[in-house]
């Protein structure tokens, strides 16, 4: 135990700063919304601040783990996830919103199943990547099954279909890949075989495909594909250079759909103008530092893996928001990581935190590389 | 790389946020704005004394929102009784597949409150834009006040005439809306207040105008007429204290009777005034210096002129045992004979000019709507018996209007006055705005002639054709007419107007009444239908203007006088 470092203080504080954030603009942004669906302003600020405990939770247990640990676990964690993906498309507790099967209901709350295999699959392939001293270059032991994950991920989730959160898993795995060393042709083989099949996905209804592309030129339709794009854009061109000011957004009344969820970070643009937009990114850009420095820094190869594989799927993610709400991407539909309302979400993103921070503290034991293979695999 | 993309962002948001902020912002604006109208309150029309003849009181929509109705079949057994409509139908409503649907419209404020006492989540009230008009006069007055139409709007009378006044100025507010349209909290709110409309003080007396109504409304009846007409103006101002028209309507459910009964006959029916013109013959005849009181002419029963006959009334009052009579013997015994002798003696050129002196030819320039002006035609259309026919009032119409405007110059002294229908506009503050004074269009004749016609006029009640028309106390001047009607062109046989137009008090004139009666059955004389009903108006009018007595009003005087 006196062996591990202390946790990475920088980190920490960008966490906590940026879910505080989160739990101030959920309020900002749906108070409007909740009063007139619930006649509760405070109701997602509530839930949110639910989620937000649980997620601390989450974040302390994912820290205080031997994340070593999750290497015996992660073939099972796997699996669990591939089992819950496939649930969501065939089971009656598959919950339908907005047209897509994302959500298991269970009881009294819903579940988004992609979220824990976002975490299931970072594991999984950092397990893989660690195995050899090679990490990925070869293909047949490392670089094949690491490609048979994605694949089966990424199927399972563009059938709900969450384009946005299968793309994500995509370019995560790609950069992991790159990062444990794959060769160049095994890289351009997963991209060879993945974007064909997104852009089918996309070309294949006319309605996607206008929706895809809608980003390029929003006001071509716009009170149909257009106006989610729009109703961002005048929410961050209000904002200007400082902003409203907090919780004086207009276009949280209504005229911002997902106001609250994946196009909050449009809302922090109206409220805190361009400098708290920035302050945003900057935070994760700070975020993917301390996260990377962590990864480089970690005592074994799976810590450096796990660790890096975590922060490069949030900080993607929160590119690709980012990306969105300001009108540079086709709408994807994924959530600003932290920040975005949605239980699951932060929950799972608080505890990859968690687990990052965990790999900065160091294994419980000093270890040398062959005592972190597990036996079966040695 | 990571830091490559944010940095991208970053440029991408600053394009988006502050080099085209004030665009983008600008577009939000207008969308989050919602502007709509605010609908001023119609000004009020009030009598001389400022009681209400037409007033505007709120009105209330009962709206519902079905998608915050709990209980739609106890809902409606609760709202029912209250709107008197039938649970079933309420309960439709309140199923209804719409965001929003009407209950009732244009109901009262007792009513509007009973519903909002409910305190239904579904169901609420909401003012309507125009308020409801109303006229608490009902019938009384309804062709000088007119109505208005659903969107308000003036459509007679008044309410048309004044409309741009009595409608004021919208105003209108902007606020930031969500994207229901709902105000949002802490929003901008920029109100521009309307302005409500200005109130309109018509000269109406609101109780002689009442008076006039009843009276009238009982000559016609009693004689089983077809329609009749009552003013009552101040000679010396033109003021028009009552006009009365029956069968009229009442304003509040004006569509009860045909259109036709909507027009107001006394302004836009030119009549053939028969006798009661003779008034022109003699004023034309002594201003102009052509027939002196003395002169005289041959009394006939007949007289042949332009190949037709005339003849004089079947009264009883004929000139039999006299050779010659004199202008006062004419009007007096009302001789059509004598009064074309007359006419043919002053020459078409002297007729025309007192018939233009008087304003027969042109609308007398009443703020009322319709308004006809006489056909009188021109010296050059009267061929054949025309010029002696005009002499006794055919072959001539006027408007009732114009004949009492007439009569009006004559007891004033000589001058024609523009009849007054308003007397004031008054903004909502009470502030009088504009005062609308009496205004002389021109002088008909000379004063001295104005008392020599009018002392012919006394005889016609001291000794003439009305004779016994008596009400104790004070003086009486005016003159009878018993006219063919004529109606598409032709004179109907049995088809006659009988009127009556006298002055009050004869000594001291102010008050002049016409009184008018279409197609009276039976009696038709204008002294057996329609003087009556000058008594009763006169009587009226002495009361409610607590009229001084005549010092010599002849044998009734001299009673009046020993109970002083």
């Known amino acids: 135990m006196s062996a591990q470092r202390p946790l990475d203080a920088g980190f920490l504080i960008v966490t906590l700063v940026l879910t505080g954030i989160g739990i101030v603009m959920v309020f900002s942004a749906s108070s409007a919304v909740a009063y007139v669906q619930f006649h509760d302003a405070a109701y997602y600020l509530k839930r949110e601040l639910l989620w937000a405990g649980v997620g601390a939770c989450a974040f302390y247990a994912g820290a205080r783990l031997d994340y070593r640990r999750l290497r ?107 990062a444990a060393g794959a060769r160049p042709s095994h890289l351009a083989l997963e991209a060879a075989v993945a974007v064909p099949a997104m852009l089918e996905f996309i070309y294949a209804s006319p309605y996607r495909r206008a929706r895809f592309l809608a980003f390029l030129d929003p006001w071509k339709d716009p009170q149909g ?8 854009l005048y929410a961050l061109g209000s904002g200007r250079w400082l902003g409203l000011g907090l919780g004086e957004s207009r276009q949280k009344f209504g005229y911002l759909p997902a106001q609250h969820t994946d196009f909050i970070f449009a809302i922090i643009g109206e409220e805190l103008g361009f400098i708290g937009a920035l302050a945003v990114l900057t935070l994760f850009v700070v975020f993917a530092y301390r996260g990377i420095r962590i990864a480089l820094r970690a005592e074994d190869r799976f810590g450096f893996h796990l660790a890096f594989g975590l922060t490069v799927g949030i900080t993607l993610q929160a590119l690709m928001n980012v990306a969105v709400v300001s009108g540079s991407w086709p709408i994807t539909g994924v959530p600003l990581p932290f920040i975005s309302y949605g239980g699951t979400s932060l929950v799972m993103t608080l505890f990859s935190a968690g687990l990052i921070a965990g790999v900065s503290r160091g294994p419980r034991r000093p270890v040398t590389d062959l005592a972190c293979v597990p036996p079966r695999a040695a | 790389m990571v830091v490559t993309l944010f940095c991208a962002l970053g440029a991408r948001l600053y394009v988006v946020q502050v080099r085209d902020g004030p665009r983008l912002a600008a577009q ?37 929102w079905p998608a915050n109705v709990r209980d739609p079949r106890g809902e409606a057994l609760r709202v029912a009784p209250v709107l008197h409509l039938s649970p079933g139908q309420v309960e439709q409503v309140l199923r209804a597949r719409a965001p929003f649907a009407y209950l009732a419209r244009d109901q009262n404020g007792a009513l509007a409150r009973a519903v909002a006492a409910l305190h239904l989540a579904g169901i609420g009230v909401t003012p309507e834009p125009f308020g409801r008009r109303v006229e608490p006069q009902g019938t009384s007055g309804a062709s000088v006040i007119g109505f208005t139409g659903v969107d308000d709007q003036g459509l007679a009378g008044i309410e048309y005439e004044y409309n741009a006044l009595l409608t004021g100025h919208p105003g209108s507010v902007a606020e930031e809306t969500d994207a229901q349209g709902r105000p949002i909290p802490f929003g901008k709110r920029l109100v521009h207040a309307a302005q409500p409309g200005q109130t309109v003080v018509l000269t109406i007396d609101r109780s002689l105008q009442f008076d006039a109504d009843q009276i009238l409304r009982r000559t016609v009846e ?32 004006y569509d009860a009777v045909p259109a036709a009964d909507w027009r107001d006959r ?96 042109q609308p007398t320039g009443v703020d009322l709507p319709g308004e006809s002006a006489g056909i009188v035609g021109t010296p050059d259309d009267w061929w054949g018996s025309r010029l002696a026919t005009i002499g006794f009032g055919q072959g001539i119409s006027v408007t009732a209007l114009a004949l009492t405007r007439a009569y009006a110059a004559l007891a004033n002294g000589g001058l024609l006055m523009r009849p007054l229908i308003v007397r004031a506009i008054t903004a909502p503050d009470g502030r009088v705005v504009r005062v609308v004074r009496p205004e002389v269009v021109r ?17 016609v009640v001291s000794r003439g054709t009305a004779k016994g028309l008596v009400l104790p106390g004070y003086a009486l001047a005016g003159k009878t007419g018993t006219a063919q009607m004529v109606i598409d062109g032709q004179y109907v046989p049995g088809a006659y107007t009988a009127s009556f137009v006298g002055i009050l008090p004869a000594d001291r004139p102010q008050y002049v009444i016409l009184v008018k009666v279409d197609r009276p059955q039976g009696a038709y004389y204008g002294a057996i239908v329609a003087a009556p009903a000058f008594r009763d108006m006169a009587a009226k009018l002495v009361w409610r203007e607590s009229l001084a007595p005549s010092l010599r009003a002849g044998a009734a005087g001299v009673q009046a006088r020993r109970t002083l």
Not at chain 1, 124 to 136: D, K, N, P
Not at chain 2, 51 to 61: D, E, H, I, K, N
Request: proline share 4%.
């Open chain 1, 72 to 178: 015996l676990l992660a073939p099972w964690i796997f699996g669990a996830a591939v089992v819950l993906l496939g649930a969501v498309l065939v089971s009656p507790v598959g919950f339908i919103e907005g047209g897509a099967r994302r959500w298991l209901a269970l009881g009294i709350f819903t579940f988004e199943p992609s979220e824990v295999a976002k975490l299931a699959l970072v594991v999984m392939l950092a397990h893989l990547f660690s195995l050899r001293r090679e990490g990925a270059r070869s293909f047949a032991r490392a670089g094949f099954p690491a490609l048979l994950c994605v694949g089966l991920c990424f199927a399972l989730v563009m059938r709900e279909p969450d384009l946005g959160t299968a793309s994500l898993y995509l370019v995560t795995a790609f950069v992991m890949l790159f």
């Open chain 1, 225 to 232: 594909t257009g106006y989610h794009i729009i109703q961002s």
């Open chain 2, 28 to 64: 939000a604006g207008d969308e989050q704005a919602a502007t709509y109208t605010l609908y001023p309150t119609r000004g009020d029309i009030v009598d001389r004394f400022g009681t209400a003849l037409a007033v505007t009181l709120p009105s209330y929509a009962i709206g519902v």
């Open chain 2, 222 to 253: 009693r004689f089983h007429a077809r329609s009749g007409s009552l003013i009552v103006m101040r000679a010396t101002t033109g003021e028009i204290l009552a006009l009365a028209n029956y069968p009229g309507f009442d304003p509040n459910h």
């Open chain 2, 266 to 361: 006394a302004i836009t029916d030119p009549y053939e005034p028969g006798s009661t013109f003779k008034l022109v013959t003699a004023t034309a005849a002594l201003d102009s210096g052509k027939v002196s009181l003395d002169d005289t002419f041959p009394a006939l029963d007949t007289l042949r002129v332009g190949g037709r006959v005339i003849h004089n009334a079947d009264d009883g009052l004929m000139a039999s045992g006299h050779r010659d009579e004199t202008l006062d013997d004419i009007v007096t015994y009302s001789h059509n004979v004598g009064a074309a002798e007359v006419a043919l003696r002053l020459g078409k050129e002297t007729m025309y000019d007192y018939i233009r002196r008087f304003g027969f030819d």
């Open chain 2, 443 to 459: 002088r008909v004749m000379r004063p001295q002639t104005a008392a020599e016609v009018l002392k012919i006029l006394r005889d």
